[in-house]
């Protein structure tokens, strides 16, 4: 099993939709949690951090769910530049290991 | 503010030759630092991190090595490349680990290798 497992979609959505993506991760020690940004043939780039109380910037929205090990990113109004891949982030404490985890990433892509 | 240099942007290297990838931060002491790879279509694969000069740890075994010999100054180093070496390669760093939690990570905007 995979430590950070994503739908690799493609999503594709109309101008405007509100998309959701959910990621699951397999360890329960997990302590960190991140959503990034990349966009084809580019570094991915922070989108936002994923908070216990759930946290929003603008059209984003995450939502951590411990119980169940998944974490989510909602966008709403989405607009053509959402389109990317989204990769989510998991930070493993007790294999010692010092480095994000990241997931294969979920392709979005919006459409006029 | 940090900044983070890795170079050269691409590089298309035959079988069996070797390879250097430098990567740089600036504006920043003691950072964590870490190369991935992400093959065509995949997710990134973390290859190495480093938490300090000479201090290297390795994630999976291959045909690379890494080294830091100075404070913000990574290196990527195969002696012969293999056809499976292909890839994105990006550097990235973050801020020294508390021991709490890691933090998030910043990205170089990588080395895209081909092997011929």
């Known amino acids: 099993r995979k430590e950070v497992e994503q739908d690799p979609g493609p999503f594709n959505v109309p101008e405007g939709a509100t998309v959701a993506f959910n990621c699951t991760y397999s360890n329960s020690a997990s302590q960190s949690f991140f959503w990034y940004r990349q966009d084809c043939r580019k570094e991915p780039k922070l989108l936002m951090s994923v908070y216990s109380s759930g946290n929003e910037d603008g059209r984003f929205t995450a939502q951590l769910n411990r119980a169940s090990q998944y974490i989510s990113l909602l966008i709403r109004d989405s607009k053509l530049s959402d389109s990317a891949t989204y990769l989510c982030v998991v930070s493993f404490m007790d294999t010692g290991r010092r480095a994000l985890t990241f997931g294969s990433g979920t392709r979005l892509q919006v459409q006029p | 503010s940090q900044t983070i240099h890795q170079w050269p942007a691409t590089l298309v290297q035959p079988v069996g030759s070797p390879l250097s990838l430098e990567c740089t931060v600036e504006g920043t002491s003691n950072p964590n630092l870490y190369w991935y790879r992400q093959a065509a279509g995949r997710g990134l694969q973390l290859l190495f991190y480093s938490i300090g000069i000479d201090q290297i740890s390795s994630e999976v075994p291959q045909n690379l090595s890494a080294s830091r010999p100075q404070d913000r100054q990574f290196i990527l180093s195969s002696k012969k490349l293999l056809l499976s070496d292909s890839g994105f390669y990006l550097c990235?760093?973050?801020?020294?680990?508390?021991?709490?939690?890691?933090?998030?990570?910043?990205f170089g905007q990588g080395t895209r290798l081909t092997v011929v």
């Open positions: 990235a760093w973050s801020v020294r680990w508390s021991g709490v939690q890691n933090t998030e990570a910043f």
